[in-house]
């Protein structure tokens, strides 16, 4: 199973940017996908979680700025970006998981790509 993120880079102030993550070896439509992101000395903190039917929530900081989406024929999550600001620096990484009832979550990290906004 793989998770592999793309899309990450040097962006300025206020720009837009588009995030990917491309699941293999996985159901991926069954699996609720979330964006993750660490800053430098920070914790690593949720952004944005997408169900298997679409349904979709923000961390605080990011609504009206971040969108989630997902493209389950083609096993792809995003992660639109727009209006980013300096402290949206950070590691991004995709997460997949699958709640199995009693036998606990199946999930899955990627590796992350590195955001970085700076003039």
């Known amino acids: 199973v793989q998770l592999v993120e793309s899309g990450g880079g040097l962006v300025q102030p206020g720009g837009s940017l588009r995030l990917s993550c491309v699941g293999s070896?996985?159901?991926?439509?069954?699996?609720?996908v979330s964006w993750h992101r660490q800053g430098a000395g920070k914790e690593r903190e949720l952004v944005a979680t997408i169900s298997s039917g679409g349904d979709s929530n923000y961390v605080d900081s990011v609504k009206g700025r971040f969108t989630i989406s997902r493209v389950n024929a083609k096993n792809t999550a995003y992660l639109e970006m727009t209006s980013v600001e300096p402290n949206d620096t950070a590691v991004y990484y995709c997460?997949?998981?699958?709640?199995?009832?009693?036998?606990?979550?199946?999930?899955?990290w990627g590796r992350g790509t590195q955001v970085t906004v700076s003039s």
């Open positions: 997460h997949a998981a699958e709640p199995m009832g009693r036998f606990g979550t199946l999930e899955y």
């Open positions: 070896g996985l159901a991926f439509g069954r699996y609720v």
